[in-house]
């Protein structure tokens, strides 16, 4: 049975339970990181000190998006297309969204992690704006395919897609994406993504 470690109120575990519960894998997930620390089994396990990091039977794995291609590879290769052009488009989505997070992390951190009188309203502001300018390049995207892997729900809309969770449910002023708003709202019908994503942030 694989095993997931880390908290679920984390982005990048998220992605992995999301995952597991949309192609119906069973799994256990054990709480790491954040306010329930981690001890040196695990950091055996992952040198890195970060999470997830998943065992599937012996097989250790850490980084949430190589998890992503090798538990999709494994058990569902229909969500990411063994065509190198079609996996490519949808991979590239992938590799995208780590520059988002580094756009949303000051909005995040301050918003969600810290009290109100310790926050930072200049960077929360450059972030959001920073953000905004990466979600119309998302939006336009999206008004020419109703998916990020193409024509069906595939492997390159679960990061983003619990990014964009985030970014609908932070207290901040968003301007209006209509075809993101779709996408969205796509996402949040698939009950995967309610039960594993759409929990409270903190």
């Known amino acids: 049975m694989l095993t997931i470690w880390g908290r ?8 992995i339970a999301w995952l597991a519960d949309e192609i119906a894998l069973d799994y256990v997930r054990h709480d790491v990181g954040g306010a329930f620390g981690m001890n ?3 950091r ?3 040198p890195n000190g970060l999470i997830p990091t998943i065992d599937d039977d012996g097989f250790i794995l850490w980084e949430s998006n190589a998890i992503l291609r090798y538990l999709a590879a494994r058990y569902a290769p229909a969500l990411w297309p063994i065509d190198p052009a079609s996996r490519a488009l949808a991979d590239r989505w992938m590799d995208w969204q780590f520059g988002y997070a580094d756009a949303q992390r000051d909005a995040f951190i301050n918003l969600v992690r810290r009290p109100p009188e310790k926050r930072d309203a200049d960077a929360v502001a450059c972030s959001v704006a920073a953000c ?6 998302l939006n336009d995207h999206l008004a020419g395919a109703p998916w990020l892997s193409g024509a069906v729900f595939g492997l390159g809309d679960v990061p983003m897609g619990v990014y964009a969770y ?3 449910t932070l207290d901040i002023d968003r ?3 209509d075809a993101l708003a779709d996408w969205y709202a796509r996402l949040c019908a698939r009950p995967g993504f309610a039960r594993q994503v759409m929990i409270p942030l903190t």
């Open 44 to 46: 055996a396990l992952n």
């Open 175 to 177: 301007p209006r994406l």
């Open 166 to 168: 985030t970014w609908f």
């Open 132 to 137: 905004a300018q990466l979600m119309a390049i």
């Open 8 to 15: 679920l109120n984390s982005h990048n575990v998220k992605k």
């Open 40 to 42: 040196a089994a695990y």
